[in-house]
């Protein structure tokens, strides 16, 4: 079966999850082979903002680059934590989606609202989302796997580079060069350079030269 018409068949189960969970839930799926236009159905998009077209997001270029699905055989991950780019924090789980090959080709994300009035620990009594998952990575509470749930493949680079300068708590153009060069490494162990532009975009975002990002990305 053509990888598309795989990805078509869980179409319906989008619509189920989110009717099952209500509209404080947004389930997407992704098309992990188009990365620009990842998000091939999706129901309340209004969480994120993001709709049909949408790429995918910084975990999900992370997932390509180290093929972490792969490792005893896991099947998903469920209950790490996600923002959006209007700063809205969710609990998110997704489950992953392989071809005959064991290949990944699509993803199924739930992001659920984690506010006051739509707390997670609400939802098992509802619908036991984590049930589902077999062979499923349940992340600790302590464990910080932050996604960002953008919407351009600019922000995802944006956030992706953000992240990292942060925690060196001091801004870009303060940077040493080896901290640089650090920082590029780990953009790519994410996946981040996947992205067509992102040279250019990190580049300027430390404030050196394209021909640098390639000298930090050839450094092992």
Known sequence: MEYKQLLNLYIPLVDF???????????????IVDVENSVIAIRNGYISGRHIGCPLTDLGFKLLENKSYLKQNQNALVNYRSRTDSGENLISSTYYIKDEKGELIGMICVNILNSTDHQINKIPAVFPITAIFSNAVHMDDNEEITESLSTSLDNVVDEAVKKLVEKYDISADRMSTEEKCALVQELRENG????????????????????????YLATK
């Open 17 to 31: 999850i989110a009717d099952i969970i209500g509209p404080h839930c947004e389930v997407l799926l992704h098309d």
């Open 192 to 215: 981040i350079f996947k992205i067509k532009g992102a040279i250019t975009k990190v580049a300027n975002t430390l404030k050196t030269s394209e021909s640098t990002i390639y000298r």
